[in-house]
């Protein structure tokens, strides 16, 4: 079965980072890119980025651009992301999620697996 | 980037259709055929429902259905059920080479 496996909750003060982890399993890691989504308390869900486990390529969302890094170990399945430079705005569910399809084919920009969510406090 | 423009609540009673609308512009929702909808409960990560503006992945109940029109993307649940009760959320890849999700539609089942 395809699962996406995520660390667990952390507690951040504010001006910290934070650096979670997505494994994965029951596929081929290095074929899909994996994107990370957020949503804080009553809001909607957030685009932060994506990373392409074969390249190591990735893309951010204007928003985060400067304290996000999405990386891979690839030896182990395993996708991060880091966001830096915290701030109680940033309090939310992180989730990783797979997108099965690539540019110019069917399912870009669509996420079939998703981890189960890691939720992420930065409080004082 | 600002959130695609979805209703915040949208209702009906079992049986009946609904339709969500999500609203772009000619960078997103108008420009590419990738536009993808999603089902999310409370506590649960979110579930793909249609993907490509009008495909639907194995397992989604033919219930669901997508469509476009211009820079508005739109869900339609047919024969509405208790289990539909959930936020729906559209996303669109746009023309900056990022995703962008919709500000989300409560769906209540009278």
């Known amino acids: 079965q395809v699962h996406l496996v995520q660390s667990g909750a952390e507690v951040k003060k504010p001006g910290a980072s934070v650096k979670v982890s997505c494994k994965a399993s029951?596929?081929?890691?290095?074929?899909?890119?994996i994107n990370w989504v957020r949503q804080a308390a009553g809001q909607g869900l957030e685009w932060l980025g994506w990373m392409n486990p074969y390249s190591g390529n990735t893309g951010y969302a204007q928003k985060f651009q400067g304290r996000l890094t999405m990386t891979r170990e690839t030896s182990i399945n395993t996708a991060y992301m880091e966001l830096s430079s915290l701030r109680s705005e940033d309090t939310a569910v992180y989730y990783c999620?797979?997108?099965?399809?690539?540019?110019?084919?069917?399912?870009?920009?669509?996420?079939?697996?998703w981890g189960q969510g890691t939720m992420i406090t930065v409080s004082s | 980037q600002s959130a695609l423009a979805q209703p915040a609540s949208v209702s009906g009673s079992p049986g009946q259709s609904i339709t969500i609308s999500c609203t772009g512009t000619?960078?997103?929702?108008?420009?590419?055929?990738?536009v993808s909808w999603y089902q999310h409960n409370p506590g649960k990560a979110p579930k793909l429902m249609i993907y490509d503006v009008t495909k639907r992945p194995s397992g989604v109940s033919n219930r669901f259905s997508g469509s476009k029109s211009g820079n508005t993307a739109s869900l339609t649940i047919s024969g509405l059920q208790a289990e539909d009760e959930a936020d729906y959320y559209c996303?669109?890849?746009?023309?900056?080479?990022?995703?962008?999700f919709g500000a989300g539609t409560k769906v209540t089942v009278l």
């Open positions: 029951g596929y081929t890691f290095n074929n899909y890119d």
């Open positions: 000619s960078s997103d929702v108008g420009g590419y055929k990738y």
């Open positions: 999620a797979r997108m099965f399809g690539h540019y110019g084919s069917s399912g870009y920009g669509a996420f079939d697996i």
């Open positions: 996303s669109s890849y746009t023309s900056i080479s990022t995703l962008v």
